[in-house]
């Protein structure tokens, strides 16, 4: 059963809008305009999810941080999903999740990544993103 979502106490400089406006403005990236299309795109699957820096990258929580822009992909840009920073016990079965597009790449039992090469692919993707971050995040 997935834990239940509900505001987190993150309350640093980082745990905040402001923290990613000032590192996407001094962000060098060549997919930048990708990385803020994704990061519209994770803040807009459900109004619980906030934003910070974690991991020197935009990162995503509900009550624990979730998702966490994979700056340094060798194929375009990325989003590394997990289950917040320490290890925490999965339901039976794992995480069970619809990826009928096969977005994950699976790291380990709770965590993985999904890699986009392009805009264009992005933009191809995001209702199937969309969808699995929604589904993602009733785990967090």
Request: aromatic share 6%; charged share 20%.
């Amino acid at each position: 059963m997935p834990a239940p979502r509900g505001a987190a106490a993150h309350t640093t400089k980082a745990d905040s809008s402001a923290a990613v406006d000032e590192f996407l403005a001094g962000l060098e990236h060549p997919m930048k305009a990708e990385v803020v299309t994704l990061r519209s795109l994770v803040l807009g699957v459900d109004p619980s999810v906030r934003e910070g820096i974690k991991w020197n990258a935009p990162s995503y929580r509900t009550t624990e941080y979730f998702a966490t822009t994979h700056l340094r992909s060798k194929v375009g840009v990325g989003l590394v999903l997990h289950l917040g920073a320490k290890a925490r016990a999965l339901p039976p079965g794992g995480l069970q999740l619809a990826d009928p597009d096969g977005l994950l790449r699976w790291l380990a039992p709770d965590r993985a990544v999904v890699e986009l090469r392009s805009g264009v692919e992005l933009e191809e993707r995001r209702p199937a993103l969309h969808a699995l971050l929604a589904q993602w995040i009733l785990y967090v």
